[in-house]
């Protein structure tokens, strides 16, 4: 635990932030589990005059919960907020205090918010943040990938082509990268993940918080019949998910069997020149090695 300075041993309350009008307060709320609200968010949550919120109907149901009744709450997400801003920016200068949440966890990571945090400081309003939940870092810290460096990617593309420049354009990063994604689209994002990446380990973790908290972790090659098999155990996966997955290192060079595999799939489609530009684009093998590994595959076909 750090230790406080012997000014604030002197003066306990300076540690506390006051709370001031004409202020914008980004509040972080629970990705699950109610419990986990601050101390903080309440009070909040009773002096703010506005309230702005993603989905003001999951919103209601954290108040219901703590009980507070919120009269003046207004929906703000990215299909309205370049027609709210204006109003929003306008009552901050008037002296109103505002709150901001997503529907779940900390506002601004992958969700509606930075422009008007933005607009704030280039009108001189004030911004602070009440900290809290976040499933980036839930999810990170129970991975058991390592944490001293990480890099958050956001969600992964629906559309296959952004989402293997999504990955190609990480390939070489040697921190724990997280991403969101969608249980639909999980298996199609493990394979790609394996053609360009080669076999990493991974954690797959959802409903965190929850009563059905789940982790799953493996490396790429097998954590699809792990998937499988809790298919198989009537517990499919669904829903939103974090993956978190392990950093470039130079055993990745090593993988000559996620090679193959990658140069197999390639080959069924595209000719031999093809399938060899394809595959040093898309991973850390030399042009001599992938060349000689093609024509071999290529000869069994």
């Known amino acids: 635990m750090k ?3 012997k000014e604030h041993q002197k003066n306990p309350n300076d540690c506390e932030i006051e709370d001031v009008q004409g202020c914008l307060y980004i509040i972080a709320t629970p990705i699950g589990n109610f419990s986990d609200i601050s101390l ?3 009070q909040l949550f009773n002096f703010i005059d506005i309230l702005l919120c993603e989905d003001t109907r ?3 149901k954290l108040l219901s919960h703590l009980n507070i009744n919120h009269k003046n709450m ?6 309205n907020a370049a027609i709210k801003r204006p109003y929003i920016l306008k009552q901050l200068l008037l002296n109103k205090s505002i709150g901001l949440v997503s529907d779940a966890g ?3 990571i992958s969700d509606p918010g930075y422009k008007l945090v933005q607009e704030c400081y280039l009108n001189k309003i004030r911004v602070t943040h009440a900290p809290g939940p976040s499933s980036v870092i839930n999810g990170l810290i129970l991975s058991g990938l390592p944490t001293n460096q990480f890099y958050f990617g956001g969600f992964v593309s629906a559309k296959r082509n952004t989402k293997i420049k999504q990955f190609t354009l990480t390939k070489s990063y040697p921190m724990t990268g997280v991403w969101f994604d969608t249980c639909l689209r999980l298996i199609d994002t493990l394979n790609v993940m394996l053609n360009i990446y080669g076999n990493r380990k991974i954690s797959i973790t959802r409903e965190l918080t929850k009563i059905y908290e789940d982790i799953i972790s493996s490396d790429l090659e097998n954590i699809e019949s792990l998937i499988n098999e809790k298919q ?3 517990k499919p996966l669904k829903g939103e998910i974090v993956i978190i997955i ?3 290192t130079k055993n990745d060079n090593m993988n000559i069997n996620a090679l193959r595999f990658n140069i197999k799939k390639k080959l069924q489609k595209f000719s031999l020149r093809d399938t060899v ?3 040093i684009e898309q991973t850390n093998f030399s042009r001599k090695l992938i060349y000689n590994e093609a024509v071999k595959i290529k000869k069994n076909l």
């Open 58 to 60: 999951r919103t209601k």
């Open 74 to 79: 207004i929906s703000y997400n990215d299909n």
């Open 246 to 248: 392990g950093g470039y």
């Open 3 to 5: 230790k406080l300075s």
């Open 106 to 108: 900390t506002p601004l």
């Open 277 to 279: 530009d394809l595959t």
């Open 232 to 234: 198989l155990n009537n």
């Open 40 to 42: 903080r968010a309440i």
